[in-house]
């Protein structure tokens, strides 16, 4: 059972556009993760949001967490090739536990 | 400074066989967690061990154990392979098995398992 519904889950645009990739649950959340994996490595970590209506950036990423803590977003703007990737989305229930459920992901691909 | 280390890095078995994958944990790490993740899919969690016991389990079968040792490295098991096993297994370890603020999840690059 996929807990966590990313979409979309491909995404190929040209360089310099925005987009917005969506992370959503009927579940609550204690905490949501963001996650990029390239091909041949681990995830690596991007952001951990944990309060209702968090928004965080880093650099040309901004990601939200949504007020009732169900949902997230992760917005990119002006994406450069070097952003292709597969972006991950994870959530813990509880933040007494490492266990983290994950999206599907959103493959990126951005063209020069 | 060296982050999580996995082993084999690749591995092709055959059905019915079993397999045993290995993990170093970050230095400073104390916690291991296991993910299975199939090709075009996100991870899916399969254990965690702290303390060298294993302290919450996904939904996977029996088939899959593990082990975490002293010096917290820890290994995966899986036995009577499955066509269906075929993954990338990724090791991730942490202080501690929370994620309170400030403790981050590191995963290393994973274990390719082909079963044919």
């Known amino acids: 059972t996929q807990l966590l519904e990313q979409s979309p889950q491909f995404l190929s645009i040209q360089e310099g556009e925005n987009l917005t990739v969506y992370c959503n649950s009927s579940s609550v959340f204690s905490s949501l993760q963001w996650y990029r994996q390239e091909p041949g490595e681990g995830p690596v970590l991007l952001v951990t949001?944990?309060?209702?209506?968090e928004v965080k950036k880093l650099k040309r990423l901004t990601f939200q967490f949504g007020d009732a803590r169900k949902d997230s977003s992760l917005h990119i703007t002006a994406a450069q090739p070097g952003d292709t990737g597969l972006y991950l989305c994870?959530?813990?229930?509880?933040?007494?536990?490492?266990?983290?459920?994950f999206g599907q992901g959103t493959t990126l691909q951005v063209k020069p | 400074d060296a982050g999580v280390t996995q082993s084999p890095t690749h591995l092709i078995k055959t059905r019915g066989q079993q397999v045993t994958l290995r993990c170093s944990p970050k230095?400073?790490?104390?916690?291991v967690s296991w993910y299975q993740q199939a090709l075009g899919q996100g991870p899916q969690f399969i254990f965690q061990?702290?303390?060298?016991?294993?302290?919450q389990r996904g939904n996977f079968p029996d088939r899959f154990s593990g082990h975490q040792f002293p010096n917290y490295s820890s290994e995966l098991n899986v036995n009577a392979l499955l066509l269906g096993d075929s993954a990338l297994y990724l090791c991730?370890?942490?202080?501690?098995?929370?994620?309170?603020?400030?403790?981050?999840?590191?995963f290393g690059e994973g274990s390719w398992l082909t079963v044919v």
């Open positions: 994870a959530g813990a229930y509880r933040s007494n536990t490492g266990k983290l459920i």
């Open positions: 061990y702290y303390e060298e016991e294993e302290r």
């Open positions: 949001v944990v309060t209702g209506g």
């Open positions: 230095s400073g790490h104390d916690t």
């Open positions: 991730a370890s942490s202080l501690g098995i929370g994620l309170l603020s400030g403790n981050t999840i590191y």
